[in-house]
């Protein structure tokens, strides 16, 4: 995660020659967070430019698509926008993205992104959940995503987390007694 930090930081947003540009989720919700919200093309097209200004490769899709996976950003009615997980920094040159890119609308109204990305979470852990033997990391990855959603938005997903914790347990217990 690129923290903006001193002169000896190794920030995200810095590149060789020959690399792509780096981006990490952060950087992308701070783009998308410069103008409320923007279409999956648009992020793309933005991430273009800023890849233009410093003439290095594109970074792929798959970044747009990694990001909303990890709750970074929310896909709501076909617009991202800044998701519970995101610390939203600005990779450098993107300021200028507003004067670059034609880009004018409302963000979407919080209560109702909220309630998209309550209704996928519940939807992501209820599959998780559902699996004979879930992955420890994933389980765990929900929980964390489960109070940084409630912090984000107004949405209480208590009795979720709760299942999940319990999963987690059972998950140790069975991993200590395979190992003792």
């Known amino acids: 995660m690129s923290d903006g930090g001193?002169?000896?930081?190794?920030?995200?947003?810095?590149?060789?020659?020959?690399?792509?540009?780096?981006?990490d989720a952060d950087d992308l919700a701070g783009v998308v967070d410069l103008f409320g919200a923007l279409t999956a093309a648009e992020l793309r097209k933005a991430l273009g430019e800023l890849a233009f200004k410093r003439d290095v490769p594109e970074p792929p899709d798959s970044l747009?698509?990694?990001?909303?996976a990890s709750y970074h950003l929310v896909e709501h009615d076909g617009l991202l926008v800044v998701g519970p997980a995101a610390f939203p920094t600005l990779p450098e040159g993107a300021a200028d993205l507003p004067h670059i890119l034609d880009v004018d609308r409302e963000a979407p109204a919080t209560d109702a992104v909220a309630q998209t990305a309550?209704?996928?979470f519940r939807e992501e852990a209820g599959r998780t959940?559902?699996?004979?033997?879930?992955?420890?990391?994933?389980?765990?990855?929900l929980v964390d995503v489960s109070y940084d959603?409630?912090?984000?938005g107004p949405v209480d997903v208590g009795e979720v987390r709760e299942r999940l914790v319990a999963?987690?347990?059972?998950?140790?217990?069975?991993?200590?007694?395979t190992e003792g």
């Open 6 to 23: 001193g002169p000896d930081d190794s920030s995200s947003d810095e590149a060789s020659d020959d690399d792509t540009l780096a981006v």
């Open 64 to 68: 747009v698509d990694d990001a909303v």
């Open 118 to 120: 309550e209704r996928r």
């Open 129 to 141: 959940l559902e699996r004979e033997s879930p992955d420890p990391s994933a389980v765990e990855r």
């Open 149 to 152: 959603l409630e912090a984000w």
């Open 167 to 177: 999963a987690e347990s059972d998950l140790t217990d069975s991993t200590d007694a």
